[in-house]
C-alpha cells in the first residue's frame, strides 16, 4: 500500500519531452488544419444567376408542390406531407396570370411586389449598402423555392387545389408609404368559400395580416421560403423557431426532417446569410409545422386561425431595424455555434460603434479592449516565456545528461521549473483563450451585415469582403513576423525554430480569402501585441539588472 500511495500521490508530475513550444506548434497546426481544410471544402461558391423567365412562379393543376394534407387538430401532432418529393418548384403558369404581380408597394427603402395569389412574390432593397454587385437593386428571391410569404394551403386537398387556380383581386394596386402604414385587401372566391387577406404594410420591413374566412375551413399559412442571396458553408442558414419557454431551434438547410412541430412558438423565420422572411407572435404564440423540400431544406407553415392577427418581417437582418419593431426581434440574428460569445461580442461591436461611427475603427478599438481584458493572463504568458527563454540553456543540458532517460530528464525539468518558478504551460493560455474570442469574431465579421457596404480607409469599401489588393493580409503576415521577432523563445529543435518562422507565411496566404474586417481584427490584435510583448521586454530587462 505504501509503495501505491508513494507511486500516484508522491511521485513528481511527469511531462514527457515534447517541449512548450511544441505543444504551440501542434496547437498552431491543428487550427490551421481545422481552418484551411474548412475554407478549401466549404469555400462559398457564386450563386448562379437565375434567369428571369425562371424567376416566374405560379400553380396549376399539375404543378408538384408541397401540400398541406389532412392533419390532426392537435398542433404537437402535426404531419406535414409532401404530395411529390420530385421538385418543390412549380412550373410557369401559361399566360403568367397567376405570378403576374397586381399590386405594388413602394417605401424609402424597399419595394414590395404581391402576385395574384395575393403572396409576397418579390421584395427589393433600395438601400446602397444592400445593393449587388452590378449597383442594381437587391431581390431577395432569386430561384423559383416555393412556397411564398403569405402563400395559404388549405388542408382540403379540392379545396387547396382550387386555391393555387383561382386568382385574387386587389383593393388597390399600387401603395407608397410616406412614414405610415397602409392597407391591402386581397379577396378570393372559392365558391361558396370567400377568402380575405388583409395585409397592413410598415415602411420599416414589417406587416401586420389578417385572414378572414367566409366559412371555418383548417388552414395553414408560410412566411415563406428563405431569401437565397448569399448562400455558403461559412454562415447558417434555413430556419429557427423560437420557442414558448424562449428555446432557439435551428434547422440548418439538409437537416430538415419534415416532422417538427412547435406549440406557441414565438418566432419562425426562415433565413440565410443576412436576410430573413418571419413570422412572430409574443403574446398569444404560433403553432408550427416544419416541412421539407426535396433537398431536405426546411419549409415553414403556421396554423392559420381565422380573424386572427399576426406579424411579419421581411428584410435584412440588421439589428438596429429588428430591435426598433421590437427587441426580442433581434435574437433571428443567428451567429452558429459559438453565438454564447458572438452575441455580447457582437453587441459591444455596436456600442462601440454608437461612438466611433466607422466600422474599421470600431473594430480597431474593439480589439484593444479584448487585450486590455486578457492583459493579466497575457502579461503572466509572456513573464513565463521570458523565464522560459532564460532556463533554455540549463534545459538544454539536461535533455543532453538524461537524453536515454525521460523519466529522470522530466524529473529534473520539473525542479528546475518549480525552483525558477516558471510554468511551461503559461505561454499557451493566453493563445487558447484568443481561439474563441477569435471564433466569435470570425462569426460576427460573416453574419453581421452592418458590415456589408462598411467603408474604412481608401481602398477596403466592403469590410465582409476580402481586400481586393491584398494589403491586410500581407500586413498581417509581416505584423504576425515581426511579434516573432520580439517574442523571447527557447527553441530546442532546429526544425521547429524553421516551421514557426514559415507560419507568417502560411498564415498570409491562408487570410487572403477571409473578409478584410476580420483580417484588420487579426492585424490590429499583432500590433497591439507586438507593443506590449516590447514594453514587457524592458520591464523583464530592467527588473534583471535590478537584481
Same mark, same amino acid.
Given at each position: 500500500?505504501?509503495?501505491?500511495?508513494?507511486?500516484?500521490?508522491?511521485?513528481?508530475?511527469?511531462?514527457?519531452?515534447?517541449?512548450?513550444?511544441?505543444?504551440?506548434?501542434?496547437?498552431?497546426?491543428?487550427?490551421?488544419?481545422?481552418?484551411?481544410?474548412?475554407?478549401?471544402?466549404?469555400?462559398?461558391?457564386?450563386?448562379?444567376?437565375?434567369?428571369?423567365?425562371?424567376?416566374?412562379?405560379?400553380?396549376?393543376?399539375?404543378?408538384?408542390?408541397?401540400?398541406?394534407?389532412?392533419?390532426?387538430?392537435?398542433?404537437?401532432?402535426?404531419?406535414?406531407?409532401?404530395?411529390?418529393?420530385?421538385?418543390?418548384?412549380?412550373?410557369?403558369?401559361?399566360?403568367?396570370?397567376?405570378?403576374?404581380?397586381?399590386?405594388?408597394?413602394?417605401?424609402?427603402?424597399?419595394?414590395?411586389?404581391?402576385?395574384?395569389?395575393?403572396?409576397?412574390?418579390?421584395?427589393?432593397?433600395?438601400?446602397?449598402?444592400?445593393?449587388?454587385?452590378?449597383?442594381?437593386?437587391?431581390?431577395?428571391?432569386?430561384?423559383?423555392?416555393?412556397?411564398?410569404?403569405?402563400?395559404?394551403?388549405?388542408?382540403?386537398?379540392?379545396?387547396?387545389?382550387?386555391?393555387?387556380?383561382?386568382?385574387?383581386?386587389?383593393?388597390?394596386?399600387?401603395?407608397?408609404?410616406?412614414?405610415?402604414?397602409?392597407?391591402?385587401?386581397?379577396?378570393?372566391?372559392?365558391?361558396?368559400?370567400?377568402?380575405?387577406?388583409?395585409?397592413?404594410?410598415?415602411?420599416?420591413?414589417?406587416?401586420?395580416?389578417?385572414?378572414?374566412?367566409?366559412?371555418?375551413?383548417?388552414?395553414?399559412?408560410?412566411?415563406?421560403?428563405?431569401?437565397?442571396?448569399?448562400?455558403?458553408?461559412?454562415?447558417?442558414?434555413?430556419?429557427?423557431?423560437?420557442?414558448?419557454?424562449?428555446?432557439?431551434?435551428?434547422?440548418?438547410?439538409?437537416?430538415?426532417?419534415?416532422?417538427?412541430?412547435?406549440?406557441?412558438?414565438?418566432?419562425?423565420?426562415?433565413?440565410?446569410?443576412?436576410?430573413?422572411?418571419?413570422?412572430?407572435?409574443?403574446?398569444?404564440?404560433?403553432?408550427?409545422?416544419?416541412?421539407?423540400?426535396?433537398?431536405?431544406?426546411?419549409?415553414?407553415?403556421?396554423?392559420?386561425?381565422?380573424?386572427?392577427?399576426?406579424?411579419?418581417?421581411?428584410?435584412?437582418?440588421?439589428?438596429?431595424?429588428?430591435?426598433?419593431?421590437?427587441?426580442?426581434?433581434?435574437?433571428?440574428?443567428?451567429?452558429?455555434?459559438?453565438?454564447?460569445?458572438?452575441?455580447?461580442?457582437?453587441?459591444?461591436?455596436?456600442?462601440?460603434?454608437?461612438?466611433?461611427?466607422?466600422?474599421?475603427?470600431?473594430?480597431?478599438?474593439? *480589439?484593444?479592449?479584448?487585450?486590455? +481584458? /486578457? !492583459?493579466? =493572463? &497575457?502579461?503572466?504568458?509572456?513573464?513565463?516565456?521570458?523565464? %522560459?527563454?532564460?532556463?533554455?540553456?540549463?534545459?538544454?543540458?539536461?535533455?543532453?545528461?538524461?537524453?536515454?532517460?525521460?523519466?529522470?530528464?522530466?524529473?529534473?525539468?520539473?525542479?528546475?521549473?518549480?525552483?525558477?518558478?516558471?510554468?511551461?504551460?503559461?505561454?499557451?493560455?493566453?493563445?487558447?483563450?484568443?481561439?474563441?474570442?477569435?471564433?466569435?469574431?470570425?462569426?460576427?465579421?460573416?453574419?453581421?451585415?452592418?458590415?456589408?457596404?462598411?467603408?474604412?480607409?481608401?481602398?477596403?469599401?466592403?469590410?465582409?469582403?476580402?481586400?481586393?489588393?491584398?494589403?491586410?493580409?500581407?500586413?498581417?503576415?509581416?505584423?504576425?513576423?515581426?511579434?516573432?521577432?520580439?517574442?523571447?523563445?527557447?527553441?530546442?529543435?532546429?526544425?521547429?525554430?524553421?516551421?514557426?518562422?514559415?507560419?507568417?507565411?502560411?498564415?498570409?496566404?491562408?487570410?487572403? *480569402?477571409?473578409?478584410?474586417?476580420? +483580417? /484588420? !481584427?487579426? =492585424? &490590429?490584435?499583432?500590433?497591439?501585441?507586438?507593443?506590449?510583448? %516590447?514594453?514587457?521586454?524592458?520591464?523583464?530587462?530592467?527588473?534583471?539588472?535590478?537584481?
Amino acid at each position: 500500500m505504501e509503495d501505491y500511495k508513494k507511486y500516484f500521490f508522491e511521485r513528481p508530475l511527469v511531462i514527457d519531452n515534447m517541449s512548450t513550444q511544441m505543444r504551440v506548434l501542434i496547437a498552431t497546426v491543428l487550427s490551421l488544419i481545422v481552418f484551411i481544410g474548412y475554407d478549401y471544402l466549404f469555400m462559398p461558391k457564386p450563386t448562379p444567376k437565375v434567369n428571369d423567365a425562371n424567376r416566374t412562379v405560379s400553380l396549376q393543376q399539375k404543378e408538384s408542390v408541397s401540400t398541406i394534407e389532412s392533419a390532426p387538430a392537435a398542433p404537437t401532432a402535426m404531419d406535414v406531407k409532401e404530395e411529390s418529393k420530385k421538385d418543390t418548384s412549380a412550373p410557369v403558369e401559361s399566360g403568367g396570370t397567376l405570378s403576374s404581380v397586381i399590386a405594388t408597394v413602394d417605401t424609402a427603402n424597399m419595394k414590395m411586389e404581391f402576385d395574384a395569389l395575393g403572396r409576397i412574390s418579390q421584395v427589393y432593397l433600395k438601400d446602397r449598402q444592400y445593393r449587388d454587385e452590378e449597383g442594381e437593386e437587391l431581390k431577395l428571391f432569386n430561384s423559383p423555392k416555393i412556397p411564398k410569404p403569405l402563400e395559404i394551403r388549405f388542408t382540403d386537398a379540392a379545396l387547396n387545389e382550387l386555391a393555387f387556380k383561382t386568382p385574387y383581386s386587389v383593393s388597390t394596386s399600387s401603395v407608397t408609404l410616406n412614414g405610415e402604414a397602409k392597407t391591402l385587401v386581397f379577396t378570393q372566391k372559392l365558391g361558396d368559400l370567400i377568402v380575405e387577406k388583409i395585409v397592413k404594410i410598415y415602411p420599416d420591413h414589417h406587416y401586420e395580416f389578417t385572414v378572414n374566412l367566409s366559412e371555418s375551413k383548417p388552414f395553414y399559412i408560410s412566411p415563406g421560403y428563405r431569401p437565397d442571396i448569399r448562400i455558403d458553408a461559412y454562415t447558417v442558414h434555413g430556419a429557427m423557431v423560437e420557442e414558448a419557454d424562449g428555446t432557439l431551434t435551428i434547422i440548418e438547410d439538409g437537416d430538415a426532417k419534415g416532422t417538427e412541430a412547435f406549440r406557441k412558438a414565438r418566432i419562425a423565420v426562415a433565413f440565410d446569410r443576412y436576410y430573413a422572411t418571419a413570422f412572430y407572435d409574443f403574446d398569444k404564440g404560433l403553432d408550427v409545422v416544419v416541412n421539407k423540400d426535396a433537398e431536405e431544406n426546411p419549409v415553414l407553415f403556421v396554423n392559420g386561425e381565422s380573424g386572427r392577427v399576426v406579424n411579419g418581417y421581411i428584410g435584412p437582418k440588421e439589428y438596429k431595424i429588428l430591435n426598433a419593431i421590437h427587441p426580442e426581434l433581434t435574437k433571428i440574428i443567428e451567429f452558429g455555434w459559438f453565438t454564447f460569445i458572438a452575441a455580447p461580442v457582437f453587441k459591444i461591436l455596436m456600442w462601440i460603434h454608437n461612438y466611433v461611427p466607422n466600422w474599421g475603427w470600431a473594430i480597431v478599438v474593439l *480589439t484593444l479592449l479584448v487585450r486590455i +481584458v /486578457l !492583459y493579466p =493572463l &497575457t502579461y503572466k504568458g509572456m513573464v513565463s516565456m521570458y523565464k %522560459l527563454k532564460e532556463l533554455a540553456p540549463k534545459i538544454k543540458e539536461i535533455q543532453a545528461k538524461y537524453k536515454g532517460d525521460p523519466q529522470k530528464m522530466n524529473a529534473h525539468m520539473m525542479e528546475l521549473y518549480k525552483k525558477h518558478k516558471a510554468n511551461p504551460l503559461g505561454g499557451c493560455l493566453p493563445m487558447l483563450l484568443q481561439i474563441p474570442v477569435f471564433f466569435a469574431i470570425y462569426r460576427v465579421l460573416l453574419n453581421a451585415i452592418e458590415l456589408k457596404g462598411a467603408e474604412w480607409i481608401l481602398w477596403i469599401d466592403d469590410l465582409s469582403v476580402m481586400d481586393p489588393y491584398y494589403v491586410l493580409p500581407v500586413l498581417m503576415g509581416a505584423s504576425m513576423w515581426a511579434h516573432q521577432m520580439v517574442t523571447p523563445s527557447n527553441f530546442t529543435d532546429p526544425m521547429q525554430e524553421k516551421i514557426f518562422k514559415w507560419l507568417p507565411v502560411i498564415f498570409t496566404f491562408f487570410f487572403v *480569402t477571409f473578409p478584410a474586417g476580420l +483580417v /484588420l !481584427y487579426w =492585424l &490590429t490584435n499583432n500590433i497591439f501585441s507586438i507593443a506590449q510583448q %516590447l514594453l514587457v521586454n524592458k520591464m523583464l530587462e530592467k527588473n534583471k539588472k535590478a537584481e
